[in-house]
């Protein structure tokens, strides 16, 4: 299916909704970076069929900065269904035993894997941990010999995000735009969310 054209210049969003500019990256081979050293009183570790409410908790603690949403617009039955699935694996960041990042690898469109979420509470920021959990889900990738591991990040996330993932050997071959309705208005998330983005009421 051809992607949608867009004709160049402005366009308009409805009141109520938000506007991204997504970039797909893909990996096609594994990177030979040095392995990072791990930090004393960090584990990562991988959490077997997640308890939903802690999964939520620790979800909306990472991504409501960057209106993260979409886990959380789920039912049980939903959540449940892609959590519990052999082929999704949730990995947890802890330091000092306080859960602090997720990662999340999506197997089931084999043989590409999908890197659906990773991230870490604010205040864990700008200490190497973010390339730790990435480290781990390459080494995890390419472990199963994958035709390539692909993730998107959008204009929301962090703004480090997107050199983050250059940087680290994945390379941007899509653009797209998310336009979907202001979590914060749909009450999914707070109206204090994501400062930085203003609120445009309906």
Known sequence: ???????????????????????YLE???????????RPYGVDIRRVIRPDL?????LFRSIGGRWLWFSRLAMS????????????VEVYCLAVESQDCGLLELDFRQGPDVELTFLGLLHAMTGKGLGGLLLETAIERVWAERPNR???HTCTLDHPSALGFYIGNGFKPYKRGIEIAKDPRLTGILTREAAPGVPIIEE
């Open 1 to 23: 299916m051809q992607p949608a054209r867009l004709s160049d210049g402005y366009a308009d969003v409805e009141p109520g909704r938000l506007a991204a500019v997504v970039t």
């Open 27 to 37: 990996m096609r081979e594994k990177p030979s970076f040095p392995v990072r050293p």
């Open 53 to 57: 409410d802690w999964y939520r908790t």
């Open 76 to 87: 049980d039955d939903e959540l449940r269904g892609i959590l519990c699935h052999p082929a």
């Open 149 to 151: 591991f692909w993730l």
